[in-house]
């Protein structure tokens, strides 16, 4: 069995989706480890803000198999694949990291830049896996996320519930 940490991002109807994409996670491959749900600004087009966290589970499934996986639940949400890159989606599931991989598998490269990049995956990440470390840049996410500069984007956490539990509060 593998460990997987996957991003979870919409800005349309985002607790629906949200909702329907930890369901369809739930469901496929047993427990999850959810992180706090936050808020942010779209980053690379003007959009409305997303909801953002990070699930982490286990999977038998192998990298091309997992990833066709996570698009078929994007589908089954909506997602528009015709847009550009940058822009509004109902539902976005990135594989950030495969066990320890790296480089390229399936056609997914591993480990996922935007964990470098984006607090809005960071942060959640180093929240369910503070000593869990960078496949490649060996430092644990509790220590990538000390060292972000959080200037960069803002965040804030949201009051969410699933399964008829709050899993994500404010402040």
């Keep these: 069995m593998a460990r997987v940490y996957v991003g979870i991002g919409s800005n349309i109807e985002r607790a629906r989706h949200v909702t329907a994409a930890l369901d369809a996670l739930a469901d496929a491959f047993g427990e999850l480890r959810v992180s706090t749900v936050f808020e942010s600004e779209a980053v690379g087009f ?8 990070v699930a982490g589970f286990d999977t038998a499934l192998g990298v ?3 990833s066709r996986t996570l ?3 994007e589908d089954r949400n909506g997602r528009c694949r015709q847009g550009p890159k940058f822009s509004g989606r109902t539902l976005d599931i990135d594989i950030l990291t495969y066990d320890d991989l790296s480089g390229s598998h399936d056609g997914i490269e591993l480990p996922r830049a935007e964990i470098l990049k984006n607090a809005f995956v960071l942060q959640p ?10 496949p490649v840049d060996g430092r644990s996410y509790a220590e990538l996320w000390d060292a972000y500069d959080k200037q ?3 965040l804030w956490p949201v009051k969410f519930f699933w399964r008829g539990e709050l899993i994500s509060r404010t402040g």
């Design 46 to 53: 003007d959009g409305s803000p997303f909801y953002n966290l």
């Design 64 to 66: 091309g198999e997992l």
């Design 71 to 73: 698009k078929t639940i």
């Design 125 to 134: 990440l180093a929240e369910i896996a503070p000593q869990e470390r960078h």
């Design 152 to 154: 960069k984007q803002r």
